[in-house]
C-alpha cells in the first residue's frame, strides 16, 4: 500500500529553525509537495520537489532524496504565524496526490 | 497563482436534505477536479475524482449515489451531499489542476458541512 508517514506535533520557539521529516513509500513517484494548513482553512502551498536536492523559498526550504523515500520541510526565523499544520503530499504514479497526516506545529513565545 | 472559488463557505442544514458545494476555476481550465473531506484533526481524505465530461471516479469506501459529483465543464464542477446525516457534518474541500502533469494542485477555500 502507499504511505507517508510525518511526525504528529512538534513544538518550537519563535525565532528558532524547525525541521519537519517525511517518509514516503508510494507507487510510483511524481513529485513531493509540501502545504500549510491553518485549522478550518484549505490547504495553501509551500514548495514543490521532484529532483533530489535542496529547494529554498524565503525563510522556507524543502529537501528530497528519492533513494531514500525522504523529505523534510525546514523552517527558519519561526514567526508565531507559522503555527500550523504542514502536510507532506506525494504525487503518484496516476499523478494523484497521496497526503501525509499532517505535522500540527506548535511555535512557542 | 490559480484562484480556485469553494460555495458555499459553510452550511448548516437538516438531516435528510441535499447540499450542494460548488468548486470553479476562475482563471485556469481545470481538466481534473478533486473532492476531499477532512474530519477534525485528520488528513486530507480523498473522495473522488472528476474529469470534466466524464463520470467521476470515486475512492473506495465512498458513495457515488449520496456523495453526486457532476463535472460539466472545465471550470465548475459540483458536489451533492443528498440526504445528508450528522456523520457527514465535514470539511469539504476541492482543489483542481490543469494538464501540466507536475503543477500543483490550487484548493478552494473549503466548505464547513454541519448537519443537525
Known amino acids: 500500500g502507499q504511505n507517508i508517514d510525518q511526525p504528529t506535533e512538534m513544538t518550537a520557539t519563535e525565532g528558532a529553525i524547525v525541521q519537519i521529516n517525511c517518509t514516503y513509500q508510494?507507487?510510483?513517484?511524481?513529485?513531493l509537495f509540501w502545504y500549510q494548513q491553518h485549522a478550518g482553512e484549505a490547504p495553501t502551498f509551500l514548495s514543490y520537489n521532484v529532483l533530489d536536492g535542496l529547494e529554498e523559498k524565503g525563510r522556507f526550504s524543502s529537501f528530497l532524496s528519492r533513494s531514500k523515500g525522504y523529505s523534510y520541510l525546514l523552517l527558519k526565523e519561526l514567526q508565531m504565524k507559522d503555527s500550523a499544520s504542514y502536510l507532506c503530499a506525494v504525487k503518484d504514479s496516476n499523478y494523484q496526490l497521496i497526503w501525509g497526516a499532517g505535522t500540527k506545529l506548535i511555535i512557542k513565545p | 497563482g490559480a484562484v480556485v472559488s469553494q460555495h458555499p463557505s459553510w452550511v448548516i442544514c437538516k438531516s435528510g436534505t441535499s447540499v450542494k458545494i460548488e468548486c470553479r476555476s476562475l482563471d485556469f481550465q481545470a481538466t481534473t477536479m478533486f473532492w476531499y473531506r477532512q474530519f477534525p484533526k485528520q488528513s486530507l481524505m480523498l473522495m473522488a475524482t472528476s474529469n470534466e465530461g466524464s463520470k467521476a471516479t470515486y475512492e473506495q469506501g465512498v458513495e457515488k449515489d449520496k456523495f453526486l459529483i457532476n463535472h460539466a465543464s472545465l471550470t465548475l464542477s459540483t458536489l451533492t451531499v443528498t440526504s445528508a446525516h450528522p456523520e457527514d457534518s465535514s470539511f469539504y474541500i476541492c482543489?483542481?489542476?490543469?494538464?501540466?502533469?507536475?503543477?500543483?494542485?490550487?484548493f478552494g477555500q473549503g466548505t464547513r458541512l454541519t448537519v443537525v
Open positions: 508510494t507507487s510510483g513517484f511524481n513529485g
Open positions: 482543489s483542481a489542476s490543469g494538464t501540466g502533469e507536475s503543477t500543483e494542485a490550487f
